[in-house]
């Protein structure tokens, strides 16, 4: 081959490492890509293409260089030339209020302090040697002075640059940050775990640390892992700027990915705001953080502070409560729910987790509490997480008393005596006795009247109840057959409400078809479903007619559904209850059939975030029967961010990708001027 090939070869490859690093960059660190993943692919495909044949040409910042390298049978240890300080902790304002006393005095300042607030990431610390911007070492902290060489895993995180963009960076430039799991990843990662019949981890953090501490980084790579920067080591030459957020800022524009929630606040008024802001978003973030950190922006005065033994003075972690608590397993009970799957559920001795007393968690199925190896009498952790259902994380085995039993399902509904089957699926266990069974009876009428479906506004949950085991209803049916004195001679219900209730059921008595369907408890017929199906078929009977080939004609609706929704039909009993429910007076407007006028957002993508008046899922649903497509994720496809109060980074990306933004009042003015039902 002549030189001038050789030469063309060579700025070829550079340019394809520069052009893959600059895509790595948009889609790893500003999560916001320019070009599609197919792109993408020729690229580096091109890349290890030129590579192949020109071995000469591969360097070891290459975008294909990430993964090579043979295992290793032990982690060297390295000595950190600045030493990583661990964080001091508050438990609450104030122990803020302190700390902020403690800076002012010692800078002998009155006014506000400037801080720079940020979330408390749950993940590993972590430190990066850039030298001439290449990636040299990754370390773990260790005890803060020694740590190890995790250089080969780390290089197989995305989101990790092997080589620094710009070329105004330090010689020697030592990032410090965290390495974390995504929840979405982890969920992913433990769901593909069990289905070869792992155990999976018990938590993001965990699973962080087993796939930064794998010698095979060949393992570690096919772990979702990402980091975020917050401090500095080495630096050679001067400060980055005159402050930490302005610091940050730098590592950003250098390809280092730092967290979109870092801002500056002022004073302690500024970081209990921050703090409140935060705790209430934790849930809607995809990451566990544990509480969030402040620390003093300005470089200089963090250098009059200095620190104390291991810890900066000018820094404090404002932790969140402890999301889970350690307490006994005193029974497990099982509960049978609408379409009779038998669900064990923990009894625990009373526990505060997060400022709320848990007494319940789920067990999710007998394969669930085998695989945790769970055992009446353990000692077990609790995990509760905003409002999901409290679980339990895991037994403590070292505090297992001698006589904890080892817990087996019935083999007959322990509501009705019927025989328990087991699905297809081999986990779900489900009472045979359909609506003979009292506790499925009692579910389907709850399902019915709850606000998604009929709306049957004063017929909770707890009435329901009563009405079932007083044998005054045995189907939805039955409750419009309800008259006041019956109802009015109940416990905790005197004539208005009755009056109330018997209005409210004349009420909805006027609903729509895709409500009815959903009501109805279909096994798998959720609301997106109930209104593809209506919109679809525009009948009722229609739908009753439909085969199985029919019914999957319909987008949402696959084999599965498509048999549980002829085999509903198919029983004598149900038609029965539907035919006594329209004689009783519930009826609907004809449905438009979807067309082009009728989905006036058809092709139009929506993002919500922030607090909204609403539920998301009625949002959701009303965007949808319109055509629209509602995604979790802002991107330069995005068309519009509904965004709600106290809205975040979602936000914040919206307003940086020149998105239209829209507030709850210009949704509704879309939704009425799109036609709302
Ligand atoms: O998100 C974190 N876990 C986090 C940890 C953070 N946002 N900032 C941190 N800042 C520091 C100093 C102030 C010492 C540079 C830290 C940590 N340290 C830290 N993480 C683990 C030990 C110390």
Redesign the pocket.
Known sequence: MSDRDDDKAQARAAWLRDEINRHNYHYYVLDDPIIPDSEYDRLLHELQTLEAEHPELITPDSPTQRVGASPLEAFEEVRHRVP????ENAFSDEEVVDFDRRVRERLEVEQEIVYAA????D?L?ISLRYVKGLLVQAAT?GDGTRGEDVTQNVRTIQSVPLRLLADDWPEILEV?G?IYMPRSGFERLNLQARKRGEKGFANPRNAAAGSLRQLDHRVTARRPLAM?C??FGELSGVDLAPSYSESIHRLSRWGLRVSPELKTVNGVDGCFDYHRRLAGRRENLDYDIDGV?F?VDSLEQQRVLGFVSRA?RW?VARKFPAQEEMTRLLAIDVQVGRTGALTPVARLEPVTVAGVTVTNATLHNAEEIQRKDIRIGDWVIVRRAGDVIPQVVRVVPERRPPDARVFRMPDKCPVCGSEVIKDADGVVLRCSGGLYCPAQRREAIKHFASRRAMDIEGLGNKLVEQLVEQQLVSSPADIYQLDRETLAGLERMGEKSARNLIQALERSKSTTLARFLFALGIREVGEATAHALAAHFGSLEAIRQADVEALQAVSDVGPVVAEHLVTFFRQPHNLEVIEKLLAAGIHWPAVERPTAERQPLKGKSFVLTGTLSRPRSQIKEALQVLGAKVTGSVSSKTDYVVAGSDAGSKLEKAERLGLEILGEAGLDRLLGTAGER
């Open positions: 990583m300080l661990s964080l940020e979330p408390k990431m993940g610390a902290r410090r965290e975020f917050y401090g950190v620390k900066p820094a």
